[in-house]
């Protein structure tokens, strides 16, 4: 089976690992641990802990048990004080991490709990903080207030050095795919790819390195932000013409949906600049990627995943190809 590591956060990594799941493949979800905001920053603040909501999120997209049981986990205590609004997922995986000391041996008790195919990394054990610098050298600490700057941010990193964990280079090293999901660009996915030694095995891999692109722009990190500025961002961090692959959205999104995001949360749809891709050495796979679900644009994660998989499928047949080749030349 093919192994394929997707690095994100939040929904726009849930979302793709609904549709991923569904086929035959093995997926090792790396989730950034930086989140501080709701409930998360506080259950970090009282246990000293790393974010455990987008690692919960992650756990109940990828798994298999019935809805009754996705519900439970959802479920927050919504008029107790003491409970603090906080989510069942969230306070199980805080109870494991405080019984077991460490992610790497609680997640795999909540994923067997929640019938998980495949696993769910944290690119690190430490704490860690996210620093954002503007573009007038000011800092901004934190993730939330990163995503409220009214500042541009050029530049991300963590307060401190961060350890990554052990288990994400081995399953880097070991990939035969490589995607960065759909989500937030500074707070979700780069969080992944600013510690150097997870940079380096990316960089040395030969799997391939696709970026799945978002629908809309997002105020203060990627406004007017085309397919190639989030690419040229994410190869700032990764380094000079690493992402190869891109998949896009090149259909048109209603009129009423674009003029509803642009005047309630002021973002655009992201457009497909096939130009400047092709100048990039970018492949690009483009179809109309996205579904409206309760009037909200959201990642149609079934033809993603299609998308991903038709990939691997087609490392596989030139693969096939290069052996019958190499047989008929021995011949």
């Known amino acids: 089976?093919?192994?394929?590591?997707?690095?994100?956060?939040?929904?726009?990594?849930?979302?793709?690992?609904?549709?991923?799941?569904?086929?035959?493949?093995?997926?090792?979800?790396?989730?950034?641990?930086?989140?501080?905001?709701?409930?998360?920053?506080?259950?970090?603040?009282?246990?000293?802990?790393?974010?455990?909501?987008?690692?919960?999120?992650?756990?109940?997209?990828?798994?298999?048990?019935?809805?009754?049981?996705?519900?439970?986990?959802?479920?927050?205590?919504?008029?107790?004080?003491?409970?603090?609004?906080?989510?069942?997922?969230?306070?199980?995986?805080?109870?494991?991490?405080?019984?077991?000391?460490?992610?790497?041996?609680?997640?795999?008790?909540?994923?067997?709990?929640?019938?998980?195919?495949?696993?769910?990394?944290?690119?690190?054990?430490?704490?860690?903080?996210?620093?954002?610098?503007?573009?007038?050298?000011?800092?901004v600490i934190g993730e939330t207030n990163i995503t409220k700057s009214k500042k541009p941010i050029i530049k991300v990193k963590y307060t401190k050095d961060v350890k990554v964990n052990p288990e994400v280079i081995k399953a880097i090293k070991e990939a035969d795919l490589i995607l960065f999901s759909s989500g937030s660009l500074l707070t979700s996915i780069i969080p992944n790819i600013i510690v150097p030694e997870v940079v380096r095995a990316i960089r040395r891999s030969k799997a391939h390195k696709v970026y799945i692109c978002n629908l809309v722009t997002q105020p203060g990190?990627?406004?007017?932000?085309?397919?190639?500025?989030?690419?040229?961002?994410?190869?700032?961090?990764?380094?000079?013409?690493?992402?190869?692959?891109?998949i896009a959205n090149c259909a048109k999104i209603p009129k009423e949906l674009v003029l509803k995001y642009a005047n309630e949360e002021q973002k655009d749809p992201v457009i497909l600049d096939e130009e400047n891709l092709k100048k990039m050495h970018v492949k690009i796979i483009k179809d109309q990627i996205y579904t409206v679900e309760d009037n909200t644009l959201r990642h149609d994660s079934l033809k993603t995943g299609y998308l991903v998989f038709s990939i691997l499928m087609k490392e596989v047949k030139n693969d096939i190809h290069d052996k019958n080749k190499r047989r008929n030349h021995q011949k």
Do not use: W
């Open 1 to 139: 089976m093919k192994k394929i590591v997707i690095f994100g956060g939040g929904s726009g990594l849930s979302q793709m690992l609904k549709g991923l799941k569904l086929f035959p493949v093995d997926i090792t979800a790396v989730v950034s641990v930086s989140d501080n905001g709701g409930s998360t920053k506080r259950l970090r603040h009282d246990f000293k802990i790393p974010a455990v909501g987008d690692i919960s999120k992650v756990l109940l997209a990828m798994s298999n048990a019935d809805c009754d049981i996705l519900n439970l986990m959802n479920y927050r205590f919504t008029n107790s004080k003491s409970l603090g609004n906080h989510s069942i997922k969230n306070l199980l995986l805080t109870a494991l991490l405080e019984q077991k000391g460490s992610f790497a041996s609680a997640t795999p008790v909540l994923a067997h709990l929640l019938d998980v195919q495949g696993k769910v990394l944290p690119i690190t054990e430490d704490n860690a903080e996210l620093m954002g610098i503007t573009s007038d050298n000011q800092k």
């Open 221 to 246: 990190e990627t406004d007017d932000f085309t397919v190639s500025n989030h690419i040229k961002v994410l190869n700032e961090y990764l380094g000079k013409n690493t992402i190869d692959i891109v």
